[in-house]
């Protein structure tokens, strides 16, 4: 069928929204009617190649939810009509990953992840003159419709309206994640949060949910302050060492860096009381490297890495879903700005301003029940 769908052609230039083929769902594969998409920062790494060569010509958009509008073969845990988020890991339960446990590490989804396929490694998606077109991480949601892996398409409980379920699949489990599953953040602990877009704002909020006292957050940019203090930091204060140091003398319990950058990784570290762990959860560009100074390894700090919340999506989807039902959780206010399909290249121009949090792509204006909000479009 055609649909239209933001396609990346070339690195560094902006995004063709155009018609694009997309072939029914195969063996354990879903086709959804895409709703609404959030805009994450690694949506911009992609559209500017910082994520390595041959990844594109790609469909891109990797946080979203929709309703199941068909299945494929041996597909039995939706039907027709269920509401989904996506996640962009649909780990098989069958490779020695996640058989340990690791189930966002899961093999096949990482490597077919990375060329762009589905888990049968091959696409569902071409240009008009045949040409194939990548998945962008399994997901490719900015699209009306869209054909995930099975396990990709994770069944919400009812009540979330759509465009917030959006938010869920990328930012909300990966902060959370990092949270709950990496550093086990206890009541009164201290918590230092580096970086206050879209998934640093879930961190904070997962660290207060959890308990966390203080919560120091950390922004280059003043006017994220406002943003983290109404989520549940108890301070906000400059990038620096000092500065985290002026609220926690001795350093902090948990430190969570969220930008993806050397210098951000290291503050990390710096920020750290002895026996503490930073994790790094920012996606760094390719050939980025940090140096640590090594001595201070004699005081048993510790860093370590998590991807996609290093949970298991399938549980932890409808787990944060409930949360924000319930009202623990208001994924609204990481919203700024609300558009449609054709705003999609100013959305990622605001991410390289570091402008705003959170852009919701509303794809289909029933399904999502978006309120309108700035940004033009929908
Ligand atoms: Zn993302
Ligand atoms: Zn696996």
Same mark, same amino acid.
């Given at each position: 069928?055609?649909?239209?769908?933001?396609?990346?052609?070339?690195?560094?230039?902006?995004?063709?929204?155009?018609?694009?083929?997309?072939?029914?769902?195969?063996?354990?594969?879903?086709?959804?009617?895409?709703?609404?998409?959030?805009?994450?920062?690694?949506?911009?790494?992609?559209?500017?190649?910082?994520?390595?060569?041959?990844?594109?010509?790609?469909?891109?958009?990797?946080?979203?939810?929709?309703?199941?509008?068909?299945?494929?073969?041996?597909?039995?845990?939706?039907?027709?009509?269920?509401?989904?988020?996506?996640?962009?890991?649909?780990?098989?339960?069958?490779?020695?990953?996640?058989?340990?446990?690791?189930?966002?590490?899961?093999?096949?989804?990482?490597?077919?992840?990375?060329?762009?396929?589905?888990?049968?490694?091959?696409?569902?998606?071409?240009?008009?003159?045949?040409?194939?077109?990548?998945?962008?991480?399994?997901?490719?949601?900015?699209?009306?419709?869209?054909?995930?892996?099975?396990?990709?398409?994770?069944?919400?409980?009812?009540?979330?309206?759509?465009?917030?379920?959006?938010?869920?699949?990328?930012?909300?489990?990966?902060?959370?994640?990092?949270?709950?599953?990496?550093?086990?953040?206890?009541?009164?602990?201290?918590?230092?949060?580096?970086?206050?877009?879209?998934?640093?704002?879930?961190?904070?909020?997962?660290?207060?949910?959890?308990?966390?006292?203080?919560?120091?957050?950390?922004?280059?940019?003043?006017?994220?302050?406002?943003?983290?203090?109404?989520?549940?930091?108890?301070?906000?204060?400059?990038?620096?060492?000092?500065?985290?140091?002026?609220?926690?003398?001795?350093?902090? !319990?948990?430190?969570?860096?969220? $930008?993806?950058?050397?210098?951000? %990784?290291?503050? &990390?570290? @710096?920020? =750290? /009381?002895? *026996?503490?762990?930073?994790?790094?959860?920012?996606?760094?560009?390719?050939?980025?490297?940090?140096?640590?100074?090594?001595?201070?390894?004699?005081?048993?700090?510790?860093?370590?890495?998590?991807?996609?919340?290093?949970?298991?999506?399938?549980?932890?989807?409808?787990?944060?879903?409930?949360?924000?039902?319930?009202?623990?959780?208001?994924? !609204?206010?990481?919203?700024?700005? $609300?558009?449609?399909?054709?705003? %999609?290249?100013? &959305?990622? @121009?605001? =991410? /390289?301003? *570091?402008?705003?949090?959170?852009?919701?792509?509303?794809?289909?204006?029933?399904?999502?029940?978006?309120?309108?909000?700035?940004?033009?479009?929908?």
């Amino acid at each position: 069928m055609r649909i239209r769908a933001a396609v990346l052609h070339e690195p560094g230039e902006p995004l063709v929204v155009e018609e694009v083929e997309l072939d029914p769902p195969k063996e354990r594969e879903v086709l959804v009617r895409v709703a609404a998409a959030g805009v994450c920062h690694s949506d911009v790494h992609f559209a500017d190649g910082a994520l390595g060569k041959r990844r594109w010509p790609m469909v891109l958009g990797h946080e979203g939810a929709g309703v199941v509008e068909a299945v494929g073969e041996g597909v039995t845990h939706v039907v027709p009509g269920d509401a989904v988020g996506f996640s962009f890991v649909p780990s098989c339960r069958e490779c020695s990953a996640c058989l340990a446990g690791r189930l966002t590490q899961c093999e096949p989804a990482g490597r077919n992840g990375v060329r762009g396929m589905l888990m049968d490694g091959t696409s569902r998606l071409s240009l008009p003159d045949g040409t194939a077109l990548q998945h962008g991480l399994m997901t490719a949601c900015f699209a009306e419709r869209t054909v995930v892996a099975a396990n990709g398409a994770v069944p919400l409980p009812p009540g979330l309206p759509l465009w917030q379920a959006a938010l869920l699949g990328c930012g909300v489990v990966t902060g959370f994640g990092a949270v709950r599953n990496v550093a086990r953040v206890q009541p009164g602990e201290s918590v230092c949060v580096i970086g206050c877009g879209g998934v640093g704002l879930q961190v904070v909020a997962a660290a207060r949910i959890a308990g966390a006292s203080p919560i120091v957050a950390v922004d280059r940019d003043p006017a994220k302050f406002e943003l983290a203090l109404h989520r549940g930091a108890t301070h906000a204060v400059d990038p620096s060492a000092e500065s985290v140091r002026a609220v926690v003398g001795g350093g902090v !319990d948990h430190a969570f860096e969220v $930008v993806g950058r050397a210098e951000t %990784i290291r503050l &990390a570290w @710096d920020v =750290l /009381r002895p *026996g503490a762990t930073a994790v790094v959860v920012g996606l760094a560009p390719k050939g980025v490297e940090v140096s640590l100074p090594a001595i201070e390894f004699l005081s048993d700090r510790g860093i370590r890495g998590s991807y996609y919340g290093s949970g298991d999506a399938a549980a932890d989807l409808p787990a944060l879903a409930q949360l924000t039902v319930s009202g623990e959780l208001d994924l !609204d206010e990481v919203v700024t700005h $609300v558009t449609d399909l054709d705003g %999609i290249n100013d &959305a990622l @121009d605001r =991410l /390289r301003r *570091g402008e705003g949090a959170r852009t919701i792509v509303v794809l289909d204006t029933g399904l999502a029940r978006a309120p309108t909000r700035n940004g033009g479009g929908a």
